[in-house]
């Protein structure tokens, strides 16, 4: 086994929900790549940053510069959370042989089954990067998309995803990568707003005899006007809406926004909910059965105080709207892919004010670096 030829093969994920994915499915991926190339194989996995540039341009190569010399790999494998839209379709993964490199977009995999995705995208890309241990052996993109075709420039290899199914399903990646079930609990101020609002419905009568006189149907166009309300609400205030700079990146911008909304809609969702889970609680507590039996003339159960509960959640998310802001603005910054990316190319731009320069390394030799567009 010592005589062996040894490869090094380095994994570089953006951080957060790429970097996460990939340390779930870390030991799980070496073994199986480990069967697959001709020779040993080390796995390393690096949690770094892929930056834009401000020609809206993706900087995979320069993965390559890792932290000391001595750390040259055989090939980088890049998981970056930045939506790829080429030729109309969602690219899912793109090889580059001459480089050893290989690029696999996040968001393309989709919100679940994430783990046989993300395994079966790398070890197609191992296939094509290193020595393959059985020469006949075929790239595997079954629940991908596929089959890999050559790109129309270059000398690199694609795999879109499906027709159907992709567009659909880069927006849930997207929209799972902004952590919605994380960012909620930033939006505490719109919640003591909603809630300091919301609590005088369980001292209003008449609140009570609006929720008993309420249709469901009502009670829920009530609740979804209120919820759509906060969401725009955020939207406008911090500036969340992206808007193509170029004609050529308007659907892919119709992607950050339609994840955006997702987003959001899901956090202020969790909040409603949340906030009609406090009410519920303080009215089951106040208000004595009997005595709202008697005021609202009907009889009463606890349907009866969810009915009111929902109703003052809804007044207090519409009327608190304009406590609906975020923490800080970092949390801004960090939600949705677009500010994300905006992050990126300041980062970038910021370097390159300062003189640094990004160089790649394979064995010691300087290569050019190859930019890759996330859109076209």
């Not at 790549?33 to 900087?59: F, H, W």
């Not at 006189?213 to 166009?221: E, N, Q």
């Not at 500036?239 to 170029?246: A, E, R, S």
């Not at 202020?268 to 906030?275: F, I, K, N, Q, R």
């Amino acid at each position: 086994m010592s005589s062996q030829q040894k490869y090094r093969l380095i994994v570089v994920a953006d951080p957060g929900v790429p970097s996460r994915r990939v340390r779930s499915v870390e030991e799980s991926f070496a073994e199986q790549a480990q069967q697959l190339v001709a020779g040993e194989l080390e796995v390393s996995v690096e949690t770094r940053t892929v930056r834009m540039r401000s020609d809206e341009t993706l900087d995979i190569t320069a993965m390559r510069e890792l932290d000391s010399a001595h750390l040259k790999a055989d090939a980088v494998l890049v998981l970056t959370e930045v939506p790829r839209y080429v030729e109309e379709k969602p690219l899912v993964a793109e090889v580059f042989p001459e480089e050893s490199a290989a690029v696999i977009s996040c968001p393309s995999l989709g919100a679940w089954r994430t783990k046989h995705r993300i395994q079966a995208a790398f070890l197609d890309c191992v296939r094509q990067l290193l020595p393959s241990a059985d020469p006949n052996a075929q790239e595997d993109s079954s629940g991908l998309g596929g089959p890999w075709k050559p790109a129309a420039e270059g000398d690199s290899s694609r795999l879109f995803a499906r027709s159907w199914t992709g567009a659909p399903r880069m927006v849930l990646g997207m929209t799972a990568a902004n952590n919605p079930w994380r960012t909620a609990p930033k939006l505490s101020r719109a919640l003591a707003a909603a809630s300091a609002t919301g609590a005088f419905g369980i001292f209003y009568s008449s609140v009570w005899q609006m929720a008993e006189a309420l249709s469901l149907g009502r009670l829920l166009m009530i609740a979804a006007t209120a919820i759509i309300s906060m969401v725009a609400w955020l939207i406008v205030m911090n500036q969340l809406w992206d808007k193509p700079v170029h004609q050529r990146l308007r659907r892919v911008v119709a992607l950050y926004n339609g994840s955006t909304i997702l987003t959001l809609l899901i956090c202020v969702t969790m909040l409603y909910l949340a906030l009609v889970a406090l009410i519920l609680i303080g009215g089951l507590v106040i208000i004595e059965p009997g005595f709202m039996s008697e005021t609202i003339g009907t009889d009463v159960g606890f349907t009866s105080y969810l009915d009111i509960a929902w109703l003052s959640a809804a007044l207090g998310v519409i009327a608190g709207a304009i406590g609906s802001t975020f923490d800080s603005n970092t949390d801004v910054r960090q939600l949705t892919h677009g500010q994300r990316e905006r992050q990126r190319r300041q980062d970038e731009e910021l370097d390159h004010s300062r003189g640094a320069e990004l160089n790649d390394y394979t064995d010691g030799q300087s290569v050019p670096r190859t930019v890759l567009r996330p859109e076209q």
